[in-house]
C-alpha cells in the first residue's frame, strides 16, 4: 500500500498516477504502511511506517494518562499524543513500549539522511511534515519568496506542529505554546555531545524557529534544559 501526501487514504501500488480521492499525484517514493501496533499497556493502537531500513510509528505516543495533554485538553491526546518530561521517557517511568525505543541522534540522522537523498529536492522538514495543521505566526503573514509552511508528508511520518509544554519560573505548573507551530521530539542523548545534567537532546520540526519568517523547512537537533515538555515518536528496535 502507499500513502497519499495530501489526504492521507491508502492507495494501492498500481498503475495508477493519481490519487482517485483528492486528485493528487502519486509518489510512490512515499512509504508504504508498514503495519500497525497496538500497545498491550492500554490498548492504543499507532500506525506505523517504514522509511528506509527503520520502522516509525507515525503518531506520537499516547501511553500514561498521567502525562500531560496540551492545555490539559484531553481532547489533543488521540490528534498530538502526550507531552512527556525527559524523565518520563527514563528509568523506572520508562513509556517506551516493549520493541521500540527512543531515537537517538543516529537514528534521526539516519532519517534525515535517507529524506534528503529520496525526496526530490524539497526541504527535510517539509518532507515529514504533515499536510495539514501547520500555522503562521499571526504577525508574520505567508511571504511568498519563502513559500508555504505546510509540508508534503511524503514518507508518511505525519510530524504533526503538537507544541510543547514549559515549567513556569516559579512554581510547578506548565505554561503550554506554540501549538500549530512546532514540535519537538525527545532523543535517548546517551554519549550526546550536546547533554548535560541539565539539557537534554531534542529534535525540533518547525516553520519559524529562530526569526519567525515562515520557512518550510527546520530540523534541528541541539540540547534542551529538563523543564521541558515534549512529544515522543517512537521508532521499532529492528525489522523481524
Excluded at 492521507?8 to 499525484?25: A, M, N, T
Aim: proline share 4%; glycine share 8%; charged share 30%.
Amino acid at each position: 500500500m502507499a500513502l497519499c501526501t495530501k489526504c492521507q487514504r491508502e492507495l494501492p501500488v498500481s498503475d495508477i498516477k493519481f490519487c482517485p480521492f483528492c486528485g493528487e499525484r502519486v509518489n510512490f517514493n512515499a512509504a508504504p504502511v508498514a503495519e500497525t501496533f497496538t500497545d498491550e499497556r492500554d490498548g492504543e493502537t499507532y500506525k506505523l511506517v517504514q522509511i528506509g531500513d527503520q520502522i516509525w510509528m507515525a503518531e506520537n505516543l499516547r501511553y500514561n494518562p498521567m502525562a500531560s495533554a496540551y492545555d490539559n485538553d484531553e481532547d489533543n491526546v488521540k490528534n498530538y499524543g502526550r507531552l512527556y518530561s525527559y524523565d518520563e521517557t527514563q528509568g523506572a517511568n520508562k513509556v517506551i513500549p516493549k520493541g521500540f525505543h527512543l531515537p537517538s541522534e543516529e537514528d534521526i540522522q539516519q532519517l534525515l539522511d535517507y529524506v534528503g537523498a529520496n525526496n526530490n529536492g524539497e526541504g527535510v522538514g517539509v518532507s515529514l511534515k504533515s499536510v495539514k495543521g501547520w500555522k503562521y505566526w499571526a504577525e508574520n503573514p505567508i511571504d511568498v519568496e519563502t513559500g508555504s509552511v505546510k509540508g508534503t508528508d511524503r514518507f508518511g511520518f505525519r510530524a504533526l506542529p503538537a507544541g510543547y509544554a514549559k515549567k513556569e519560573q516559579y512554581g510547578s505548573s506548565y505554561e503550554y505554546r506554540d501549538l500549530g507551530r512546532v514540535t519537538y521530539f525527545w532523543l535517548d542523548d546517551g554519549g550526546s555531545t550536546y547533554s548535560s545534567f541539565n539539557e537534554k537532546t531534542y529534535f525540533a520540526l518547525s516553520f519559524d524557529r529562530l526569526n519567525r519568517k515562515p520557512i518550510e523547512n527546520q530540523n534541528v537537533i541541539e540540547g534542551s534544559r529538563s523543564d521541558f515538555k515534549f512529544s515522543i515518536r517512537c521508532v521499532k528496535d529492528d525489522l523481524d
